[in-house]
């Protein structure tokens, strides 16, 4: 993870003066478990360079944290190299002069002094879509250019890498370039390592002060930053405040939505969505295959996989007919909140207790063999392509299952969120498919065992792109 800045032109030699750091060595700490160096690779008056390149430790990333023991996570990420809020807390204190406009007295004139500046950094692992992150910067005056690297993999996988460069050109102050970058790169990371609290709020406030309120991604900003909605409501005062005090007439507060919680089970909404939709997607998901399941005919027995923190599996819980669900759930902290979903299920009239399972479809088990529904809600798109067919193969001729409902994003309606065509809608899918791809999927299950699939949308349709989420039934044949 890395930050160049370079400056060129008029007051370019001003740069090392106002990051207080002398060009001519090397600047090396160690911050919060993290090696943090700054070294000059060009020092004059007409071209000065510093780059900010940092290398935590890995093992360090995981210490402390209550949940690291429960979840594969902590040995499988990115939060080692990638350019994010993790990577803005180690070289705050490096940068500290710079952010806060604090330098010798003899060059503090030239913080408000504009000068031409170069940022690069990167790599930047962000669910955006290109041309959102060209607006983020484009609106602030920056030209902005994007680096992806090829991927080059041994089997059919993607070609390019999701990891973006960023590059940056533009005229403006050191420090609200540095306290641009401090608010937008955690947005575009879309992940805060840290607990959101009210100096979270505060420090917004002070690094977005004369260009944030006048941002057209502003509520983007804001809810992939703050996050949740009291958070951002508590912004939104605060701005209202200084408005009346400063003498003006605050706007009506921006109409943000509160965050989708997310589940391993099911796939995050696509971003740079201004409009929350009525009800989610997620809700619209689990109600189709609750109503799915409900209008079968066998659905005693059921086998949740992927199961997440037991949302679906619990709504299952009270489908008349239903006696057993099993939820099938690799992680354990998912588990761990599963089971508390499960305990308040219990003495409810009607309602069955789902049983939680660990286990995943790479592992067989023969407990879970001639149920009469298996479900993999927004699963299948978490599989890496090549190694799906064996998941299904297992599940047709192991499981046999009398009905399978499977559900996956359909690809095609990413162009009505703006989404571009390599973007896809949650960091962690490996592929996306559109409905001619995923129908012909399905016919070749449907031509290799005996069943049958119906194939229907989810969600709200379009007429040109079709519905956001598709949902196929396969039903077993009696021959089997």
């Known amino acids: ?12 030699g001003m740069l090392s003066h106002l990051l207080a750091k002398n060009p001519n060595n090397l600047y090396d700490r160690t911050e919060k478990e993290a090696r943090v160096r700054i070294v000059f690779t060009a ?4 071209v000065t360079e510093a780059v900010i390149y940092v290398t935590p430790d890995p093992v360090e990333l995981v210490k402390g944290d209550s949940q690291a023991h429960n979840d594969i996570t902590q040995y499988i990420n ?6 994010s809020s993790l990577f803005c807390t180690y070289i705050r204190a ?5 952010l806060n406009g604090k330098p010798k007295e003899a060059y503090v004139h030239w913080v408000k002094e504009p000068l031409q500046l170069e940022l690069s950094f990167g790599p930047v692992a962000s669910n955006l879509p290109d ?3 060209e607006e983020l910067f484009g609106a602030l005056g920056y030209e902005v250019s994007l680096e992806r690297g090829d991927a080059e993999y041994t089997f059919a996988l993607k070609a390019r890498s999701s990891a973006r460069y960023i590059r940056l050109k533009g005229e403006q102050t050191l420090q609200t370039a540095l306290q641009q970058l401090f608010v937008l790169i955690p947005a575009l990371d879309d992940y805060k390592h840290y607990y959101i609290s009210d100096d979270e ?27 949740f909605a ?12 200084e408005l009346r005090e400063a003498g003006g007439s605050p706007g009506a507060p921006a109409d943000i939505p509160v965050l989708e919680e997310s589940s391993p089970g099911g796939s995050a909404e696509p971003p740079g969505i201004q409009e929350a939709p009525k009800v989610r997607l997620n809700e619209l998901r689990y109600e189709a295959i609750a109503r799915t399941v409900g209008e079968l005919d066998a659905k005693a027995s059921i086998v949740d996989f992927g199961s997440g923190e037991g949302k679906l599996s619990a709504r299952l819980s009270s489908v008349p007919g239903v006696r057993e669900i099993r939820a099938v759930e690799p992680s354990a902290a ?10 308040k299920l219990e003495g409810r009239p009607g309602a069955v207790v789902p049983e939680p399972v660990t286990g995943s479809l790479f592992y067989f088990d023969e407990s879970l063999r001639g149920r009469d529904v298996m479900i993999l809600c927004e699963v299948i798109e978490h599989i890496d392509e090549h190694r799906l067919d064996r998941v299904m193969d297992t599940i047709f001729s192991q499981y046999g299952p009398k009905t399978l409902i499977v559900t996956t994003p359909n690809k095609d309606y990413n162009t009505v969120y703006g989404m571009e065509q390599e973007e896809i809608r949650h960091g962690d899918h490996r592929f996306e498919w559109g409905r001619e791809a995923f129908s012909a999927w399905c016919s070749r299950w449907t031509g290799a065992f005996p069943y049958t699939a119906e194939i229907n949308g989810i969600g709200e349709g379009s007429a040109e792109y079709g519905y956001p989420t598709q949902m196929a039934v396969f039903t077993r044949g009696e021959q089997l």
């Open 1 to 12: 993870m890395h930050l160049i800045i370079r400056a060129t032109g008029a007051g370019a």
């Open 334 to 343: 998912s588990q761990l909140r599963a089971m508390e979903r499960f305990a």
């Open 131 to 133: 041309h959102t992150v």
């Open 94 to 98: 490096a940068l500290g002069t710079a």
């Open 201 to 227: 709020v505060d420090k917004i406030r002070r690094y977005g002060a004369g260009w944030l309120e006048q941002h057209p991604q502003r509520a983007l900003i804001l809810k992939r930053t703050l996050r």
């Open 43 to 46: 020092s004059s008056e007409e």
């Open 230 to 241: 009291g958070a951002i409501r508590q912004y939104e005062e605060m701005a209202a405040k």
């Open 78 to 83: 990115d939060r080692e190299f990638v350019t």
